[in-house]
């Protein structure tokens, strides 16, 4: 038991070692850059063809959805690295 | 709103801390017991993909990545502690790209947990194409979601698509645990019987039942699950 405690903490300290890496930092920017390009595109698709033609362009939700997926894509990208 | 995006910002850097922490004790433990048993990691590596050619390792990480996030899927599905979490995102009302990263943040330490084990069972994979996959992955998971009425032909049968994914959405289903899983890939509703795609789903209504009194900002939606508790 003890063991997984020292891992849990030592991963705290570890973290913020990464986190002031900034080559890390860098290609971190990166994947971020590639998430927003993808929205954009798709987002133009839907604007160009609309399967529901009475939604709104900037739907129930938009701006909830994208600090969502801004935060948990930081989760995505933090837990494979 | 200063002081709500600060409560915001605290809570995304915990729940990092927390989350990098979790797996890491996840994967510690899980060696841990294969100790015990007295097998290692090494052992029970089936096949290390380093051996094969680039396309098919990456090939082999995409299709048992997503086989095992479509299990994961059902899971968050059956267990109603896991459903409770997974509420946050069949809450969407209306679909749009970014609602497919509309979810607690619960969700990636299951999914990371369980996709720890075959990951560990097949080595050798490479960081470079495991970014790949998730790009790809990513792209096919904003379409999805996407308010386009696309299924790609016969493709279809293959890849998961907004035709297909609104009716896992939809806020009527047919059976209790619900429809269209896939992540990706379509190809396992399809095998295992779990597709279901009655007609055209372009106005179907979307959420879940009583989804009236779920919350609708996000920092109620991240303590929905513990709150029920309470009660
Ligand atoms: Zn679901
Ligand atoms: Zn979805």
């Keep these: 038991m003890e063991n997984y405690l020292d891992i849990f903490i030592n991963s705290y300290s570890e973290y913020w070692n990464y986190f002031l890496n900034l080559i890390y930092f860098r290609e971190i920017e990166n994947y971020f850059y590639g998430l927003i390009a993808i929205s954009v595109i798709v987002w133009v698709l839907e604007i160009l063809f609309p399967w529901r033609e009475n939604q709104s362009i900037f739907r129930k939700d938009f701006w909830l959805d994208t600090f969502y997926m801004f935060f948990n894509f930081s989760f995505l990208i933090f837990s494979f690295l | ?231």
């Design chain 2, 1 to 231: 709103m200063v002081g709500y995006l600060l409560h915001v910002f605290q809570l995304f850097i915990f729940n990092i801390l927390i989350f990098v922490a979790l797996s890491n004790t996840t994967a510690a433990f899980f060696n841990d017991f294969l100790g015990e048993i007295g097998v290692s990691l090494e052992s029970l590596q089936l096949f290390n993909v380093s051996a094969l050619p680039a396309w098919l390792g990456l090939l082999i990480f995409f299709v048992v990545t997503d086989f095992v996030q479509w299990n994961t899927h059902r899971l968050l599905h059956r267990v109603d502690f896991l459903w409770n979490f997974h509420k946050v995102h069949h809450s969407v009302k209306e679909m749009g790209f970014a609602a497919h990263l509309r979810y607690h943040w619960m969700e990636t330490v299951v999914y990371k947990s369980l996709l720890y084990i075959p990951v560990a069972i097949i080595g050798g994979f490479d960081v470079q194409h495991v970014v790949f996959v998730y790009f790809f992955t990513i792209s096919v998971g904003h379409l999805n979601h996407a308010n386009l009425g696309w299924d790609y032909g016969f493709l279809k049968y293959i890849f998961n698509n907004p035709k297909m994914h609104i009716w896992h959405h939809s806020k009527e289903l047919p059976v209790r645990y619900g429809v269209n899983f896939g992540l990706t890939l379509s190809i396992w509703d399809y095998l295992f019987k779990t597709n279901y795609i009655p007609k055209n789903g372009r106005d179907i209504e979307l959420g879940f039942s009583n989804d009236e009194s779920f919350p609708q900002d996000f920092l109620r939606q991240e303590i929905y699950p513990i709150n029920l508790k309470k009660e």
